[in-house]
């Protein structure tokens, strides 16, 4: 059934990355999440052998590093399987994990299986805070627990968190609490605005001054703690004058696959409407990689307009991110407003300006009901 | 690296054994051809020489060792493989991507 991955023409890149979303469900609310405002429920999820045959594919197409991730990967109950069948076929498998679920005896055989990493997400160094932003009472103690659990286990552990205006203050505090865990790395993500980001925007946009001041103050810790730490700072594309090199370019290096099989190149290509995805259960990958018409829409550089068609740095930041251009342009084709030439510039500045004015909005938490504003989880 | 550029003073214990933790390993690239250090997030393409050193990097020999042990293999001037693996390694330590022990 699952005949070998045909060879790619040769002007095609292989992909080296897959971003594997097991399952949307999880127990958290995080307002920040990347995941689409549309969740995918259990009954559509891939199964176990379809992974299997998915991280198969990868490998022969040339991946080389797996991302475990979601929702929660500690929610699918074949989780070790999955990481087993990847070391099998040579993958280095990353779990990117909230920690809840994890428990000591998982964390254990996860390791045995052959998981190379674990990144674990913190909402805020300070627990109080944390649980709240969670929407998820307990959340951070919990989670203190796990990456004990996975440093015992000789683990290497990357501390996460996602900054935006209820933490921005506490940047610093975070990196601190990485070192203290045993953390070999920690990344420092401010928010990106896909997904429930993007839904709740107005409540967690910080302002400028305080992003300002939280990149600086990481940037002195990055100096102060190296050959102790890796940090990696990604720093809001709101305040750059170029974007970054979205994926690295699109269709040219990662490959996306949601709960449900659908392959994308991006998490957030979704938000893209006229896009035509194709899914695992239908093709092979390597078939999807080269032909899929999402894959297609914005490869290389043929598809763009001005002024990305005649600017030197097409080739460097491919023009940034497309999602982003729809979002603020209205035209995915058009460069990254981010970009200081583009001539939708000034939009970004009245979005980030007219949404830190003013108190914080409510929190719409991630895949529940705005009435269900509890942290109180049982 | 040209022999002219000035290098910083060596920075590793040369009786220090080097060696990949775990999270970080070699792997020969089938497709592409060549060999790569998987890490964390990373991807480093290797070249021929990184690709040496790192073999040798298993936490038995010491640094001392592995210099000579490459010195030999490429008949070249110890000094020279020694900065050379000394900015090496060290450039890799403090991305915390090898260990001393
Ligand atoms: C969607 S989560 C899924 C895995 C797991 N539930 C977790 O939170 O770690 C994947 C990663 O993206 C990060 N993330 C989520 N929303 C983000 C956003 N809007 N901007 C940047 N990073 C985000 C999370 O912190 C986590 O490291
Ligand atoms: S970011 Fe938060 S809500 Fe989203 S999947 Fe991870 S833990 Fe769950
Ligand atoms: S114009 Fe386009 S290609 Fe040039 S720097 Fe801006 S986004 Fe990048």
Known sequence: ?378 | MTADTPRPTPALDPAGRPTLPRGVRLKHDELRGGWVLLAPERLLKLDAVSVEVLKRCTGEASLDAIVDDLAAAFAAPRERIAADVDAMLGGLVAKRLVDMR
């Open chain 1, 1 to 378: 059934m699952s005949a070998p991955a045909p060879v790619p023409p040769p002007s095609l890149p292989a992909p080296i990355g897959l971003l594997a979303e097991l399952t949307h469900r999880c127990p958290l609310g995080c307002p920040y999440c990347s995941n689409p405002l549309e969740l995918d429920g259990r009954e559509g999820e891939l199964g176990t052998d379809d992974w299997r045959r998915v991280f198969s594919q990868a490998a022969a197409l040339g991946v080389m590093q797996v991302h475990l991730s979601g929702g929660e990967p500690a929610a699918r109950r074949d989780l070790v399987d999955m990481v087993a069948h990847c070391a099998a076929v040579g993958l280095y498998t990353n779990l990117i994990t909230s920690g809840i679920g994890l428990t000591p005896k998982l964390v254990a055989a996860l390791s045995e299986a052959g998981l190379d990493h674990v990144q674990l997400s913190i909402q805020d160094a300070d627990e109080d805070s944390a649980d709240r932003i969670a929407g998820y009472r307990g959340a951070s103690a919990r989670k203190r627990e796990v990456a004990a659990e996975v440093v015992r286990a000789g683990l290497p552990l990357t501390v996460n968190a996602v900054i935006h205006r209820a933490n921005v203050s506490r940047a610093g505090a975070v990196l601190e609490r990485a070192i203290a865990w045993g953390a070999r790395r920690v990344e420092i993500a401010h928010a990106q605005y896909y997904g429930w980001a993007r839904r709740n925007r107005a409540a967690l946009m910080p302002t400028r001054a305080e992003a300002v001041a939280a990149i600086g103050e990481i940037e002195r810790l990055k100096a102060a703690h190296a050959g102790t730490i890796v940090v990696d700072h990604v720093i809001p594309d709101y305040h750059a004058r170029y974007p970054k090199a979205c994926m690295g370019g699109w269709g040219r290096r990662l490959i996306n696959v949601t709960p449900t099989g659908r392959v994308l190149p991006c998490h957030a290509a979704e938000s893209i409407p006229g896009l035509e995805f194709w899914t695992v259960r239908d093709r092979a990958l390597g078939d999807i990689w080269a032909d899929s018409p999402a894959f297609r829409a914005y490869r290389g550089t043929d598809w763009m307009v001005e002024p990305c068609r005649s600017c030197p740095r097409k080739g460097v930041d491919f023009g940034g991110c497309r999602c982003q251009a729809l979002a603020l342009t209205g035209d995915a084709r058009n460069a990254d407003p981010v970009c200081h030439l583009s001539p939708f510039h000034d939009r970004v500045d009245t979005i980030v300006l007219a949404e830190t004015e003013g108190p914080a909005a409510a929190y719409a938490y991630r895949g529940r009901s705005p009435a269900d504003a509890s942290i109180d989880r049982s």
